[in-house]
């Protein structure tokens, strides 16, 4: 798609976790993660001016948290394990700890234009990848009620990574009924398992979202 209009006035730009952990480097680094602050760069600019909102989020984990295979004796990264009340946790490397230099934003990530800055993954029991929901599908981290307050009826969404945190926000969203549009160039996954990139923004375009580069935005 190679171009869409949008109303800042009902807009917001979510950035979603570029942080130092994810970026190369990085203790759980995605392949060119860094690749997307240029373009996040130029649209928040362009949004803020023009009376667009933009919001980053942070993941900001505890030490010892629940999804680091480090917690779990004998477990290592990619592994996943079924916790009390939830199936199927990935077990990462420890990252974005609390305070960390991996937690912090990418120093080229210009956050000037930011109004929000949501952390997530806090609780040490319970993993975050959404914006909008924690891992447990039920509890809220109060994005959509300040999104509302604003009256943001569309969200653009670029950032770290495709496969995770910016797809479960993406499908998070959709099912709030925000009109969604990913932008192609200011996205990067992880790709593990194979295949989980394109299975992503498949699933996200049978749901309703839009993919569209950041210059296309107008």
Request: net charge negative.
């Amino acid at each position: 798609m190679a171009s869409l209009t949008v109303d800042p006035a009902l807009s917001a730009l979510i950035i979603i976790d570029v942080q130092n952990d994810f970026c190369p480097g990085g203790a759980l680094a995605v392949e060119g993660g860094d690749e997307v602050i240029e373009p996040l760069n130029r649209l928040s600019a362009r949004l803020s001016a023009s009376g667009g909102k933009v919001i980053a989020t942070q993941d900001w984990h505890p030490g010892g948290h629940v999804s680091f295979a480090s917690s779990h004796p004998g477990k290592n990264p990619g592994e996943t394990i079924d916790l009390q009340d939830l199936k199927g946790q990935v077990l990462w490397p420890d990252h974005c700890v609390q305070g960390s230099k991996g937690a912090q934003f990418h120093q080229n990530l210009d956050l000037d234009s930011s109004c929000l800055i949501l952390r997530k993954g806090f609780r040490p029991g319970l993993d975050s990848y959404s914006a909008f929901l924690e891992n447990d599908r039920c509890t809220q981290t109060g994005l959509h009620g300040f999104l509302q307050e604003l009256g943001v009826t569309t969200l653009l969404m670029g950032g770290l990574a495709t496969d995770y945190c910016v797809y479960y926000s993406a499908l998070d969203a959709l099912g709030l009924q925000y009109r969604v549009i990913i932008l192609e160039d200011a996205v990067r996954g992880v790709g593990q398992p194979e295949g989980s990139i394109e299975r992503a923004l498949g699933s996200l375009k049978e749901a309703g979202a839009l993919l569209c580069p950041s210059s296309g935005i107008l």
